[in-house]
């Protein structure tokens, strides 16, 4: 286990709320803002064939909300173009217009029923 992960007990996803696949838009309220790296950011878990990403809810095209993108294999797709984003790394993975950048994704761990957030 590694400490980075746990250094604030109050950084964490409790993942009873997210027992079905899909994709959901993350809120940090006040009580609970999240990792200092990510609170302001707009983020997304994907609960997808047994694993959890945290990604930005931004595609790296023209910033769409990824909120509605689509899920295939390790992939999510962005509607608007279809670009598609690995959901570890980030990297594009089908790239039919160039001026794109990867998305971000955030490192995590879960123990238990949490997810924590790398600081
Ligand atoms: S805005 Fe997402 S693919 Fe163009």
């Keep these: 286990m590694s400490e980075q992960f746990i250094s604030d007990k109050k950084d964490f996803i409790n993942l009873d709320d997210y ?3 899909g994709i959901f838009e993350l ?3 006040s009580q609970s803002l999240g ?3 990510v609170r302001k950011e707009s983020l ?3 609960v997808h064939q047994g694993q959890y990403h945290v990604i930005e809810n931004k595609c ?3 910033g769409v909300p990824l ?3 689509e899920l295939s294999g390790n992939e999510i797709i962005c509607t608007e173009h279809g670009i598609s984003f690995d959901l570890d790394s980030g990297n594009i993975v089908n790239r039919p217009y160039e001026n794109c950048d ?3 994704t955030f490192d995590s ?3 238990g029923n949490r997810l924590y957030l790398k600081d």
């Design 109 to 111: 761990i879960v123990i």
């Design 35 to 37: 990792p200092s790296a």
């Design 60 to 62: 790296g095209h023209f």
């Design 67 to 69: 909120l509605n993108g």
């Design 27 to 29: 809120k940090f309220d």
């Design 44 to 46: 997304l878990l994907v």
């Design 19 to 21: 027992s079905e696949d």
């Design 102 to 104: 990867p998305i971000k």
